[in-house]
């Protein structure tokens, strides 16, 4: 009985989503639209239609990616707010290469951009775990700040001097075919990112179950002090996982650039980096939940889109549903469980079937 | 007999499947001061927390002045005149002294004059013989200065009902002096005192009555007067305790294995906390050091141990000058052990379970892991025999080390640093919070380690331990070595002058 009240404790992100649901319900109907026909349209849009599923597979690849860009450094103790910049820096870096390198040989190239990409989103995270180690700067002021950098400079970048002649707005010239990333789902835009993003998660998990550096990453993030005592090197480390936190949010705009936009284009991430920070909460900092939370808030914003086309709701309730399903699920996790607490009552009903039974016995006894 | 003062009757507690406190009776009249004494993980500070609030009780009840009450909250413990001091520090590091002490004080309204709190905390402190900077960081304060803030913290509020569990683990003991003669003020206002403490002569002397738990349950309930510390002592332990003076043999070596010279190093506060400190230890000796807390002994152990940057000096170990390696290098390729004052915030990761915790020194190494992979199992294994080698007392290995008694987290700190078998072994406050039989445990492991050649710095406030198990005594003041000493010559009037050298000058 306690472990299946702690079974579902431990799904208590589940029932908020849930409970969000039906928040949302009360809202679509209010807008004048029956609920069961709308959740109908972006359930059966985002997962079970097979055009609706590529298109949740194809925006899970940024979230999940800048999730796990987030939950890394997050289990180390520091606080990545930047991996929206991260994204947009691996999208510049990975272009550059696709476009400006002399033409060679996909087998070469590819790799090369994706390489690029991972080193420009690991610089920008780099610079904040720099300044953290060695100068104690706040790392969420500095990559917030650098956030804006990046987003500005691939604007002027696509808008100047990678710019398509005659495009109409900042965007730079395709990308040849042959640098493309393959596709996953024949005829959509589902492409391999989400893969990769999958299998890093797991890389992700198994690093940190299972290998010292993990176990040592583990403890500066729940005690610093004890990490030096122990012969960790905290500082060189903070660098390091912020460059690899960096460079997982470098992938994520590589992995848009070149399996979906194909083009660099100015603001080509609609937040998916704050999308991440979500994704971490919802997962409650386990790579191995990642996925399941980036592929749920994924299917969120594309069935959120087909709902609104099929049953002609308002975007703003929309995105009031799926802000709901963020407060709803923020709060769930505050929720504490106490295992005495729960014990006790346990035992208190206990106790009270007890005597119901025995009571029964006794009457029945009696009139025998 | 009284209503007045506090009952408790038939408290129990239950921790998973572990039964902590079994039905425990206790009876403590107002305006006397009740000792309990007890085994480490007996359920001492676990009753405490129930009567303060912080847990709640299985079963029982707890009556104050005859009426019963459920104290469901540490608010609702100090609405009742309940005040705790806790074993471990509960101050926020960030905060001033006279900040910790009005945090949560009710009753402030919107006007907060923290300079007229100075002023009466600085005249409370004076009372009880505490030299105190109001104004000062905590997190710039050594332990001692910060145990004698958690005191003032509970005084300042004028509690009634004072639980003071091991308040006295870091005094020195011209400090303690001080202490108990302001418990007896207190008696004499009327207060009821509860007091937890290992030092038997502590309660001998300050105590009417002492309450003695086993186990989780009371195993005895007896005046003071009229009982004489060994037979405390055996109703704790449940079997004699000889506090016999251990065999020791001469040094086994004559080689220098550490050398230091005039070494320096900054405090927290970025004061000259050490002011060129010069000995050395041969291999199989055990240095002691003696002073009271705060003359630079902290900076000493961790310049030693590389976890503070040495300002000027050398540090050599076998010929060899190692002021310029990291706390890596010098833990696993110099083989330098240290058992750390502060256990929570330095020696354990709370969260983790207790045997990671057993392989947070070592765990780049065999049996831990191989190559970058950890071994799970093994560490099981190895935490489960130094469980049962060094009689720590827990219920399960993957136990979060958070939910161990202060004593036996201790006791695994211990195994830890000694069981990797290092050259140098240093230890800070070793016994804080130990029994006597956990206490006379730790003497035979440190004496052994003598004898396998281990050269020792056994840093304490304890001027007793150190008498009773080192070669020499080095006695600090002010950053400096005062004078270093053979045990033989070491009158408690000679070393009493050494660190009263430092009081006169103080008090001056
Ligand atoms: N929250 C908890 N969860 C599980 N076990 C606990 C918890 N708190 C205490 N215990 C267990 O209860 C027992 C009593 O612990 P307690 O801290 O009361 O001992 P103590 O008498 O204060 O010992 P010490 O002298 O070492 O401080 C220990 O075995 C401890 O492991
Ligand atoms: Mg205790």
Known sequence: MLRAIQGIYMLRPVWAVLLSLLAGAGLIAIAGVNPGEAYAALFGGAFLDYYGLASTLAKMSPILLAGLAVIIPLRVGLLNIGAEGQIYMGGLFSSMAALLLPEMSPVVQVPLCVLAGALGGGLWGLIPGYLKAYRGINEVIITILLNFIAINLVSYVAGGPMMQEGAPYPYSEEIREGLWLPYIMPHTDAHLGVVVGIVLCVVAWFVFRFTTVGFGLGMIGKNPVAATYSGIRVRRNVVAVMFVAGAIGGLAGTFEVLGLKHRLYHLFSPGYGFDGIVVAFLAQLSPLMAPVAAFFLSGLKVGGLIMQRAVGLESTVVEAIQGLVIIFVAASLAFRFDRGNWRRFLERRRLLDAGIAGGITNNSGGRS | ?508
């Open chain 2, 1 to 508: 007999m009284t209503a007045q003062g506090l009952r408790l009757e038939k408290i129990s507690k239950t921790f998973g499947d572990f039964k902590a406190l079994d039905g425990v009776d206790m009876t403590v009249p107002r305006g006397t001061v009740h000792a309990i004494l007890g085994e480490n993980g007996a359920g001492k500070t676990t009753l405490m927390n129930i009567l303060y609030g912080l847990y709640q009780p299985d079963g029982g009840r707890i009556l104050i002045d005859g009426a019963p009450q459920r104290i469901t909250s540490p608010r609702r413990a100090m609405e009742l005149g309940i005040g705790m001091i806790h074993q471990h520090l509960m101050l926020v590091e960030t905060l001033t002294v006279v900040e910790n002490v009005v945090l949560g004080l009710p009753g402030q309204g919107m006007r907060l004059s923290l300079a007229e709190h100075a002023r009466k905390l600085e005249a409370l402190a004076k009372s009880f013989g505490f030299d105190i900077d109001p104004h000062q960081e905590v997190w710039k304060l050594p332990m001692g200065m910060r145990q004698r803030v958690e005191i003032l913290k509970v005084l300042y509020r004028d509690a009634n009902l004072i639980i003071l569990d091991e308040p006295t683990s870091v005094l020195a003991p011209s400090e303690v002096e001080g202490f108990l003669e302001g418990l007896r003020r207190l008696r004499a206002a009327g207060k009821t005192i509860i007091f937890i403490s290992h030092k038997l002569d502590e309660v001998a002397a300050v105590a009417d009555r002492v309450t003695v738990l086993r186990r989780g349950t009371v195993s005895a309930d007896l005046a003071v007067a009229g009982t004489p510390p060994s037979e405390m002592a055996r109703m704790m332990v449940g079997r004699d305790v000889v506090l016999t003076t251990l065999e020791k043999t001469s040094p086994t070596s004559d080689e220098v294995l550490v050398r230091i010279r005039d070494l320096k190093a900054r405090d927290n506060r970025g004061n000259q906390a050490l002011k060129g400190v010069s000995f050395d230890i041969r291999a199989g000796e055990i240095l002691g050091v003696a002073g009271v807390d705060g003359n630079g002994q902290a900076e000493l152990a961790e310049a030693l141990t590389g976890l503070r940057q040495a300002e000027g000096g050398t540090v050599e170990l076998s010929g060899e000058d190692v002021s310029a390696a990291g706390v890596y290098e010098r833990r696993h390729r110099l083989g330098i052990s240290f058992v750390p004052e502060d256990r929570h915030g330095t020696g354990l990761v709370l969260d983790l379970p207790v045997y990671q915790n057993a392989m947070i020194r070592d765990f780049r190494e065999s049996p831990f892991s191989s190559g970058p992979m950890l071994r799970a199992a093994s560490a099981r294994k190895v935490a489960e025999d130094w469980v049962k080698r060094y009689d720590v007392r827990l219920q399960s290995v993957d136990q979060a080390i958070r939910f161990l008694s202060g004593g036996n987290q201790q006791k695994l700190i211990f195994a830890r640093e000694v069981e990797c078998r290092p050259r140098l072994l240093v230890i800070m406050q070793p016994c804080k919070g130990l029994d006597v039989g956990a206490i006379e445990a730790v003497h035979r492991t440190v004496l052994a380690e003598r004898e396998r050649g281990t050269a020792i710095l056994y840093i304490s406030t304890e001027l007793e331990h150190i008498l009773s198990v080192c070669d020499r005594v080095a006695v600090m003041c002010a950053g400096r070595i005062t004078g270093i000493i053979a045990p033989e010559e070491a009158t408690p009037e000679r070393i009493g002058a050494l660190i009263g050298g430092l009081e006169e000058e103080k008090v001056a």
